[in-house]
């Protein structure tokens, strides 16, 4: 059974750098997309970031596209999100997902496996 934990949420300044890590069990990941999802209260969860395990294809949100970098650990079965210069509107709950295929998506529907979220806060 897959299963995906993430951790490394906590709160920050405006500015500052934080590093998600999602471990990853229970299959082989090679033909799997992994996503990263946030959540803030009130909203919807968004797409933020996505990239192919096996492969180099990564895609990001508009919001974060220059700040966020998908990078993974194939030894450790672990997928990281870098943070860079993180703003308020950056606060969420950051969930890692996974999909059994091994082209990317943005649609939150389109994955399978989904971990319990870890709470990212940035302080004004």
């Known amino acids: 059974q897959v299963q995906l934990v993430e951790s490394g949420g906590r709160l920050v300044q405006a500015g500052d750098s934080l590093s998600l890590s999602c471990a990853a069990s229970g299959s082989t990941f090679s033909n799997y997309a992994m996503g990263w999802f946030r959540q803030a209260p009130g909203k919807e969860r968004e797409f933020v970031a996505a990239?192919?395990?096996?492969?180099?294809?990564?895609f990001y949100a508009t919001s974060v596209k220059g700040r966020f970098t998908i990078a993974r650990d194939n030894a450790k079965n672990t997928m990281y999100l870098q943070m860079n210069s993180l703003k308020p509107e950056d606060t969420a709950v950051y969930y890692c997902?996974?999909?059994?295929?091994?082209?990317?998506?943005?649609?939150?529907?389109?994955?399978?496996?989904w971990g319990q979220g870890t709470q990212v806060t940035v302080s004004s």
């Open positions: 990239a192919v395990w096996g492969g180099r294809n990564t």
């Open positions: 997902a996974a999909r059994e295929f091994i082209n990317i998506s943005t649609m939150r529907g389109a994955y399978r496996y």
